[in-house]
């Protein structure tokens, strides 16, 4: 089975730029979660979509947005970007909602200057 | 597990020795608990899970011990090898009890380092 896919792996964008990160998870698999990663802040949750609802978000601003398709590939945007928003995004794949494994792709490092 | 910011604690070990990592989680309602392994340059690998209805739950070289009176998780690696070098975090799901979601906190995580 493949693993869980992310792309781009990288991207340099220039402030006020938005953005558009892709994850496809692993087949069968219904729930996708997004992360961010910093070294000042660690691993922060930003949101959950489970048949293409978005069933928990975390603490980010509103320029943090994403989406689920019916194939259940996933997409987060980043609007009006801003220096602090460089960082590793990592999408994580889980088979259903209840609390189970969640499988990491290998993340979108985005560079904002 | 909160989330500690820039400097990683640093574990270091003897090739052959075990390791203990350990974590304090946060939310005494959380039910589900996953230790991961991050490589530089890579995304979080999983390694081993636990519900709260347990406290010991063992893998392949690995074993996680769950303590729920103090929130405490413990992941034990035995014989330590090179290839175990990595940063370790614990993540525990506190989606709302009400909606059986995926919403992971992760502790700071702790640099482990294997010495040959």
């Known amino acids: 089975k493949a693993g869980v896919t992310q792309t781009p792996r990288y991207l340099i964008k220039t402030r006020g730029q938005q953005v558009t990160l892709s994850c496809s998870p692993i087949?069968?698999?219904?729930?996708v979660s997004w992360y961010q990663q910093t070294p000042g802040q660690g691993l922060q949750f930003l949101f959950e979509?489970?048949?293409?609802?978005?069933?928990n978000k975390g603490n980010f601003p509103g320029r943090f947005s994403g989406r689920q398709f019916s194939n259940s590939r996933s997409e987060m945007n980043v609007s009006t970007l801003e220096l602090g928003d460089s960082a590793l995004y990592l999408c994580?794949?889980?088979?259903?909602?209840?609390?189970?494994?969640?499988?990491f792709g290998q993340g979108t490092r985005l560079t904002v200057v | 597990g909160e989330s500690v910011g820039l400097h990683l604690p640093t574990l270091s070990v003897q090739e052959g020795d075990n390791s203990i990592i350990n974590c304090a989680y946060s939310?005494?309602?959380?039910?589900?608990f996953i230790w991961y392994k991050q490589e530089s340059g890579k995304g979080p690998q999983f390694i081993i899970d636990?519900?709260?209805?347990?406290d010991k739950r063992q893998g392949q070289r690995v074993t996680v011990l769950l303590n729920k009176t103090v929130k405490h998780l413990s992941l034990q690696i035995a014989a330590t090898q090179p290839g175990d070098s990595a940063v370790y975090f614990c993540?525990?799901?506190?989606?709302?009890?009400?909606?059986?979601?995926?919403?992971?906190?992760f502790g700071g995580g702790t640099r482990l380092m294997v010495k040959p």
């Open positions: 994580a794949s889980s088979p259903d909602g209840s609390g189970t494994e969640a499988f």
């Open positions: 087949s069968g698999h219904r729930s």
């Open positions: 979509y489970f048949s293409e609802t978005q069933r």
């Open positions: 939310n005494s309602a959380s039910d589900y």
């Open positions: 636990i519900r709260s209805n347990m």
């Open positions: 993540a525990e799901n506190t989606s709302p009890v009400d909606n059986a979601g995926n919403m992971l906190t």
